[in-house]
């Protein structure tokens, strides 16, 4: 089991900024692409942002130009910095790391926007 340390998060309003954080194993964050996804109460889940094993992001339409996702070598973290953000961002926020057929999951953290 991989196991992913989340962090950051918390209550903002709208138009503020946060930042999550996620750690991971070293033997396996190099090989591994990242991302972040999210949950809103009575939605599914979805994909916020990916990083490639080579630093290469995708992002979600609702989020291009206020989110950035960057994956640090050193610290073995994957970062989500949220910029401008809005109440419809309210979620829960999970790290996830791609590795395979195999994905693996952070405990989740809570991000609210108030209005």
């Known amino acids: 089991q991989v196991q992913l340390v989340e962090s950051g998060g918390g209550l903002v309003q709208a138009g503020g900024s946060l930042s999550l954080s996620c750690a991971a194993p070293g033997n396996i964050f190099r090989i591994a692409a990242m991302g972040w996804y999210r949950q809103a109460p009575g939605k599914q889940r979805e994909s916020v942002a990916t990083?490639?094993?080579?630093?290469?992001?995708t992002y979600a339409e609702s989020v291009k130009d206020r989110f950035t996702i960057s994956r640090d070598k050193t610290k073995n973290t994957v970062s989500l910095q949220m910029n401008n953000l809005k109440p419809s961002d309210t979620a829960v926020y999970f790290c996830?790391?791609?590795?395979?057929?195999?994905?693996?999951w952070g405990q989740g953290t809570q991000v609210t926007v108030s209005s």
């Open positions: 996830v790391l791609i590795w395979g057929s195999q994905d693996f």
């Open positions: 990083i490639t094993v080579a630093g290469i992001p």
